[in-house]
């Protein structure tokens, strides 16, 4: 092929498009979809819970839109990191939903699922081999960190998808894997040069957000020997040198270069020419291989289990010196939790946040005048619910009741709901920030092809 057309329709599978905007890529020549299906942008909690952030029916739409158009087209489906954060449960619950959506839309598609979730014990052989290393700032990787992880996912890079592909695969459904191999994986198979692929597809990665509207629709990509273009699948939309060009500067720890599992994009010699008024050109990007492969890790773990409580002040006479009252506030409510459950400060820990004041920036927000009001969050941790609940419960007093210093009388502030304390369950926190040394790019993930959905 001397060019491969790659249809981005949205950054992440459920956040929903104009189904036009897929029909206008496929019209254009689109030959691959490919869309990421998770993130670690929402926390350690999906990955820690093994949970999605979007919905099913949102899911199921978002397929329905990719399969009949594909099906139509005679072209494949790529999902990355499905299910948010690519856990083996993740991919199964797509999977499922994809199974429900091909039965009624009556397609018969070849769905392959590739897991990508790990086992502490074979990791741990990994880590005794010395074939597991750390990313900056983290440190050497303990076997008790990794027997921590409630769930661990290894990210893949694009080498797993073309299997996939090359064994009939119409519908790719991913575990985790980098955002940009996802897009990379079809046209890398059809012998496009790494370096412009590489870089279509982190331009692409989020769909439009290279584009004057984010929110209108997705984009197309289309590679060729010597470079590749970003066009907008939206008419009304327009890519230009710099949003295509800035799309670098997010998620990357330099603007110029990204490590994949297979190497490092170099993009410091690339050139963003505007075609139309539409239309962005990219040439001069490269593709340095590494002398070992490497595939990243990620694992969360239980930090304990949260308790949240919200209180709202309109009070001028508090708010006039808001942080005296918060201090105040952390003060007495660590001597009644004492006094009233006898437990140390090192048994549990909270935090209390002032939105309206300085909740986002705190000492750094430049802000010094009083707030009008202010909403009071206290964030309550501990080894069990219970414990983390009772704390919240003692503070409940205080949260709608403390006097400000030097107040002489008992004001009243507001809860936004009864009861004032919500359970949050488990909190989870990333422990992993480390590379695994591979052979075989495949080898921590295995692959299923056909009908059948695990349980």
């Known amino acids: 092929m001397e060019t491969v057309r790659v249809l981005a329709p949205s950054g992440m599978l459920g ?8 029909e206008r890529g496929i019209a254009l020549g689109a ?3 490919s869309i990421d299906g998770g993130s670690t942008d929402s926390g350690p909690h999906y990955l820690g819970a093994a949970t999605a952030k979007t919905t099913a029916k949102a899911v199921a739409r978002d397929l329905r839109s990719l399969f009949t158009a594909a099906a139509g087209a005679g072209i ?4 990355g990191s499905c299910g948010t ?10 999977a499922g939903i994809a199974a429900e959506v091909l039965a009624e839309e009556g397609l018969d598609l070849k769905v392959a699922r590739i897991y990508s ?3 502490p014990a074979g990791l741990k052989e990994y880590l005794d081999a010395g074939r597991v290393h750390p990313l900056p700032p983290s440190g050497e990787l303990a076997a008790e960190t990794l027997e921590s992880c409630t769930h661990v996912v290894g990210a893949m890079g694009h080498e797993p998808i073309v299997e996939a592909l090359r064994a009939g695969a ?16 079809y046209p890398l198979m059809k012998g496009m040069p790494p370096g412009p692929t590489w870089h279509a597809a982190k331009i692409i990665e989020c769909g439009g957000q290279c584009t004057s509207n984010p929110r209108a629709g997705g984009v197309l990509a289309t590679i060729d020997a010597a470079g590749f273009t970003i066009e907008p699948l939206d008419p009304a939309v327009s890519c230009t040198p710099i949003s295509v060009a800035a799309h670098m500067l997010y998620e990357t720890a330099d603007p110029f270069e990204m490590r994949e599992p297979a190497g490092t994009l170099d993009v410091r010699d ?12 990219v040439e001069g990007s490269r593709f340095h291989v590494a002398g070992q492969y490497t595939i990243k890790l990620e694992g969360a773990r239980i930090t304990g289990y949260e308790t949240v409580s919200f209180a709202a002040i309109r009070d001028p006479r508090v708010l006039a010196d808001i942080d005296a009252w918060a201090r105040l506030m952390r003060t007495v409510i660590t001597q009644r939790v004492r006094q009233t459950l006898e437990l140390a400060d090192d048994e549990y820990a909270f935090d209390l946040r002032l939105y309206g004041h300085n ?16 909403g009071v969050m206290l964030l309550v941790n501990a080894p069990d619910q219970p414990t983390a609940t009772a704390v919240a419960k003692v503070a409940n007093p205080l949260l709608l009741h403390l006097p400000a210093p030097g107040m002489d009388y008992l004001p009243s502030f507001a809860f936004p709901f009864s009861p004032a304390e919500i359970e949050r369950g488990a909190a989870y926190e990333f422990v992993l920030n480390h590379v695994v040394d591979c052979a075989d790019p495949a080898e921590l993930f295995r692959t299923e092809l056909g009908e059948k959905t695990r349980a």
């Open 15 to 22: 956040a929903g498009w104009d189904h036009a905007t897929v």
């Open 31 to 33: 030959d691959v979809i």
């Open 76 to 79: 494949p489906v790529i999902v």
């Open 85 to 94: 954060s690519g856990t083996d449960r993740g991919v199964d619950w797509v």
């Open 117 to 119: 979730e790990q086992d």
């Open 170 to 185: 119409q519908v790719v459904l991913a575990g985790r894997a980098t955002d940009t191999a996802v897009a990379a994986a």
């Open 270 to 281: 690339a050139r963003y020419t505007a075609v139309d008024d539409r239309i962005v050109r």
């Open 359 to 374: 909740a986002v920036l705190d000492e750094l927000e430049p802000e010094t005048g009083p707030p009008r009001e202010v």
